[in-house]
């Protein structure tokens, strides 16, 4: 029949636009997302990198420095960290389009233009060309959400190649542990409400993540520094939040007539902020850095909690609403990082040649005309996300666009608190997760037009 051949011309021509989208998808995303690093001639590196260069070398452990993400970059030396810049994309091509696929939108053609859409307007490819753990924020967010909630639709060596991914994504950053947990209490608290959503199976896999994740941290810490302990520094972060509020200062004012701390002399010469103070030229270094202050800073952290503890919920709650508008790409990667370039010299100086040539080292990366697009765009999709969640709750709805819009708001104000009331506000740690909410607004709008496309492939009768 004349309409029978109609169609099947449409189905066919719509079968080869899909084959060639998806040679499109597996070679020109990836290379997109590299697009700053081939600029650049040499990967991304930011100031922590060098933290986390020299844990395979150094033989301990330092604050807030994962030697799991420190054994992953040691493991792309050989190849100029092009092999770890390899994997990051990879990695992100992979889990697009597993989120596109459970949710039934697995066209290649929307992975293409979705990804595209990330590639210009989000920090993505930024955190996919840098030797930081950023890039597996958010990425762990979303496989979390496919591995809990649509487990059912994925083989299981996808199944185990996300409970890994997860896992390692956890190990890598004390804060991406810390949000994967938070996410998995919410659900365990919701099940009852939703357990045709929120599987058992689901539920305990996902939780198991963070278990393996502890433990991979905890295994890798023994085997380079002999330690069976957690990443240190955890008194310091928050402690230097509080000096940054003014807590701190208030405390030795109070109390330094009556204690004898080492800070004490220093009470009216504290700096403004807290990376002035850890990562300055302060009296930080004076007293011994984290070996000399850690037990004080300890007691001042817990003492200052019970003493003003109205003042410390006021300072939690402007520090979050303070990191949620604190997006903008690009912080901590200027050509100003001294302290990377001396692990690179020290310990692979095979790599200070290639790394010397890049554009970052000759002060040629600016962010400035990259963040009149990212911000605005950043904010708008945290305010979407969070309406679009919004939505489907005040109409009772349950479907899984409500349920990824709900996740990623979760995930977005879990990261605001962890990050700004322990660290304090940072540009950074909001741009490494932010690009999932425009991720689920591009979802949202796609899923509008699906049906459409889909009729016109097909035809009509």
Known sequence: MPGGN???????RARLTDTRSVWIATIAIPLLLLAPAFWNGYPLLQWDTGGYLARWYEGYL???RSTVFGIYLHLGERSGFWLNLGIQTLATLWILQLVLRVLDLARPIRLVAISLAL???TALPWLASMLLTDIFAGLSVLALFVLVLHGEKISTLEKAALFAFTAFSAASHSATLAVLLGLCCVGWIARPWLRRQLPLAGLVQ?????VAGAAMLLTANIALSGQFAWTPGGYGVPFGRMLQDGIVAQYLRDHCAKQNLKLCPYRDKLPPTADDFLWGNSMFNTLGRFQGLND????????SLAEYPAWQAEAALIATADQLAHVATGEGASGWIPHTYGIIERYIPAQLAPMRKAKQQQWQLDFTTVNRIHVPIALASMLAVALLFGHGLWRRRRDDLTLLAGTVTLALLGNAFVCGVIS??????GARMVWVATFVMLIAAARAFARDDDAEDLGSP
Do not use: A, C, K, W
Request: no cysteine.
């Open 206 to 210: 996902g939780s198991l993540t963070i």
């Open 296 to 303: 004080e800073m300890g007691f001042i952290v817990l003492h």
């Open 119 to 121: 590639i210009l307007t």
């Open 62 to 64: 330092v604050p807030s």
């Open 6 to 12: 109609v169609i099947n011309t449409q189905i066919l």
């Open 424 to 429: 304090g506000p940072h540009d950074r740690y």
